[in-house]
């Protein structure tokens, strides 16, 4: 089967429609493509900047919590001693005022015995 020039050349420009078509339409869905990659790059780069400033962050608040339990630890053992004077003075004023009043005991005793005489 023979077919002729002008059949032949309908042909010849069919395809050439066709794949004109198909080459705007390649060319329209790169260009979609590449502005697919260049969103998704950008995101991803968005994400690996939260990312540091979100490390950084961490290291800030990881410095600070040990700054701070450190400081609670001497604030504890401050607490802990001033409880230990608080009771060793409470034990010294039972016991001054027992020699107080040992000595108003005897002065009073000696006061008595002097008034008798």
Do not use: W
């Not at 979609?32 to 800030?60: C, K, M, P």
């Amino acid at each position: 089967m023979q077919l002729s020039l002008p059949v032949c050349l309908n042909h010849v420009r069919a395809v050439g429609v066709l794949t004109s078509g198909t080459g705007s339409e390649l060319e329209e869905a790169r260009k979609r493509f590449q502005e697919e990659i260049s969103s998704v790059q950008d995101l991803r780069l968005t994400i690996t900047s939260a990312l540091e400033r979100l490390r950084l962050e961490s290291d800030t608040l990881q410095r600070e919590d040990a700054s701070l339990r450190s400081r609670e630890e001497r604030m504890v053992a401050s607490f802990e001693r001033l409880k230990e004077k608080e009771a060793h003075y409470k034990e010294r004023g039972k016991k001054i005022s027992v020699v107080i009043y040992n000595h108003f005991s005897l002065m009073n005793l000696l006061n008595s015995s002097r008034c008798r005489r």
